[in-house]
């Protein structure tokens, strides 16, 4: 267990290790100051290509857990496949680890401010999931 303060942790899985450090970085930025969940991002695969890997999920996994819960959220695809299967698992991912239904960029910025608001995983959830309400126009 590492990271943490008491904060649930945020892992993004894309299918690019780019998009997922970009989105990582766009997330922690908008959160603002004071405490700051910890965030991993976990794109591509280990060999730099596109993809995922559970390796990778599972590692960032173990970077963020702080023993608050860990909001996994996906790009798509096999990524979402990928998370499900370790979670099935049952001893891949952190205790508490969960798949969090939400769009990629949008429930990202969500999570990370709800969780570095001291939000717990039920309420991390709900915030970037609520993000599929965000209208554009």
């Known amino acids: 267990m590492s990271g943490g303060d008491g904060l649930v942790g945020i892992v993004l899985v894309s299918h690019s290790a780019r ?24 794109g591509g ?49 952190p205790a508490g680890a969960r798949l969090v239904d939400a769009p990629f960029v949008e429930g990202a910025v969500a999570a990370v401010v709800t969780a570095s608001a001291g939000g717990d995983l039920d309420a991390v959830a709900t915030a970037a999931a609520e993000a599929y309400g965000y209208r554009k126009e």
């Open 19 to 42: 998009v997922a450090e970009s989105v990582a970085e766009l997330a922690r930025g908008l959160a603002g100051g004071g405490a700051l969940a910890p965030v991993a991002p976990a």
């Open 45 to 93: 695969t280990p060999d730099g290509g596109l993809g995922t890997s559970a390796e990778l999920i599972t590692a960032a996994a173990s970077e963020v857990d702080g023993g608050a819960g860990v909001a996994v959220l996906v790009d798509l695809g096999s990524a979402v496949l990928t998370v499900k299967a370790l979670i099935a698992e049952g001893d891949e991912l």
